[in-house]
């Protein structure tokens, strides 16, 4: 009897304690009040499965609920050895990382259907997009006035800009990326790395001396102003020549002339891209951005901190500084699980590993659009593809597209979108696309 009091207590207080919090989540929102209680059930769900899968698969690391449904904080165990010191403020990285679920899982299913390539059609379809764009991908293009002189514009871009876009979504299957981690001399993952359709590397990453451990495929290489000025020994990296080099800042009048001189036969593009959160930064991510833009899968290779590590290294040279590598981990983590890539280490080196837990793509779409809704973000919750399209564009289709056979994948999902392309407008709030659509 006392057993049965007790339990109808707590039922009560439970019960009690869940209208607590669910007026507290309403008062919290009120201004979202366009979410639905399926919104909101999405959103619940996915952080819950969320959560789910960082115990199962993050190598000890936790995945915390904060005061909403958006808000997660990823924890390291308090054993963790953190190396990195911030060279500003000399301080040791933390164990701690605050995320923002929604805009993670809004953001990323965009990159997924958008194009990343800079592109001529994209200039010329943004309102002023000469005069208050180029010039920003141009090196030292403060100085050239807006634009002023256009001509002098579009040759100093000419020779890395395309028509239209290069890549469509699903062009690829399987794809890996490959960090430069230390780590990825642990394993010989070299065979596996080859089995991928297409492999992406980073600046300098080499490949010759290294086979064994890091592949020998090589299909396209993001670079940084770093790199990209050192275009000449960056195309050595890669004995076919036919890499397609990637530069995520702008054109150098240097790069330009090595182009052209040397001469440089691999493609070379800019890129375009979603903006991110504060984690988000570095080449790695730019290479994930791309990768998701135009691959079915996504794998990556050589961006572990496992437990144990001891300093963040390069596999080819002695550590370096600038890196967050906890930070940047549980970054990828959390990708990981929100379904966006599977990640590879030297403690998970099965390929055939299953990220455990991931929650569904019914969860994940549902907590999508609820997130848009939440965030506020151009087009959200309509049924109508062209509604993120905050500029629209029509385009006279030149010529027929540049690639002879495309996958299904890459087709269906071409005609879903009836042919539109969707360029991410950068730093825009409510993340609009810029659309160009095909008329006959
Ligand atoms: C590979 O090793 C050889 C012999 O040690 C060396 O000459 C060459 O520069 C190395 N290549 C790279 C890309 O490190
Ligand atoms: C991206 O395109 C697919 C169809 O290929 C569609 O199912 C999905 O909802 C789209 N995602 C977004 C964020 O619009």
Not at 27 to 35: G, R
Not at 154 to 176: N, W
Not at 181 to 187: A, E
Request: aromatic fraction near 8%; proline fraction near 4%; glycine fraction near 8%.
């Amino acid at each position: 009897m006392r057993i049965l009091k007790l339990g109808l207590l707590l039922a009560l207080f439970s019960g009690f304690t869940a209208i607590l919090i669910y007026i507290n989540e309403f008062f919290n929102h009120d201004e979202n009040h366009q979410l639905s209680r399926e919104d909101w059930d999405a959103l619940q769900s996915l952080q819950s499965g969320f959560q789910k899968c960082v115990s199962a698969n993050g190598l000890g690391l936790q995945a915390i609920t904060g005061k909403n449904y958006c808000q997660v904080t990823l924890s390291y165990p308090s054993d963790t050895d953190s190396k990195w010191r911030d060279p500003k403020t000399g301080e040791l990285e933390g164990l701690l990382f605050e995320f923002n679920l929604c805009e993670e899982v809004a953001t990323w299913e965009q990159v997924r259907n958008s194009t990343t390539i800079l592109t001529r059609e994209f200039i010329d379809a943004l309102p002023n997009g000469w005069e208050e764009y180029a010039w920003r991908r141009i090196n030292k293009g403060i100085l050239l006035n807006n634009c002023k002189n256009k001509a002098l514009c579009v040759e100093k871009l000419s020779l890395v800009l395309p028509e239209t876009p290069p890549y469509v979504p699903r062009q690829f299957g399987r794809c890996a990326v490959i960090g430069n981690s230390g780590d990825l001399l642990k394993t010989r993952f070299g065979k596996e790395i080859d089995s991928y359709d297409v492999v992406i590397r980073e600046n300098g990453a080499p490949i010759e001396n290294y086979t064994e451990y890091v592949g020998k495929k090589s299909s396209f290489r993001l670079l940084n102003r770093g790199s990209a000025k050192a275009l000449d020994k960056v195309v050595e990296l890669d004995e076919t020549r036919q890499e397609v080099l990637i530069i995520k800042t702008t054109i150098h009048d240097i790069m330009n002339r090595m182009i052209r001189e040397i001469p440089i036969r691999n493609p070379v593009y800019l890129m375009l891209g979603a903006s991110f959160g504060s984690a988000a930064k570095g080449t790695g991510l730019k290479a994930l951005e791309f990768a998701l833009s135009v691959c079915d899968s996504v794998d990556m290779y050589g961006f572990t901190v496992d437990p144990g590590y001891k300093e963040w290294t390069r596999y080819f040279s002695e550590s370096r500084k600038g890196h967050t590598p906890l930070h940047g981990r549980a970054y990828y983590q959390l990708i990981e699980c929100l379904g966006l890539i599977k990640i590879h280490s030297p403690i998970r080196a099965d390929p055939n590993r299953v990220v455990k837990w991931v929650p569904s793509r019914r969860t994940i779409k549902a907590a999508r659009i609820a997130s848009e809704k939440l965030l506020r973000r151009v087009g959200a919750g309509s049924e109508d593809l062209l509604a993120s399209c905050s500029i629209v564009k029509k385009q006279v289709k030149r010529k027929h597209m540049s690639v002879p056979r495309l996958r299904k994948a890459a087709v269906d999902h071409q005609k879903f979108v009836k042919g539109t392309t969707m360029y991410p407008l950068e730093h825009s709030s409510g993340h609009g696309h810029l659309c160009t659509v095909p008329v006959d």
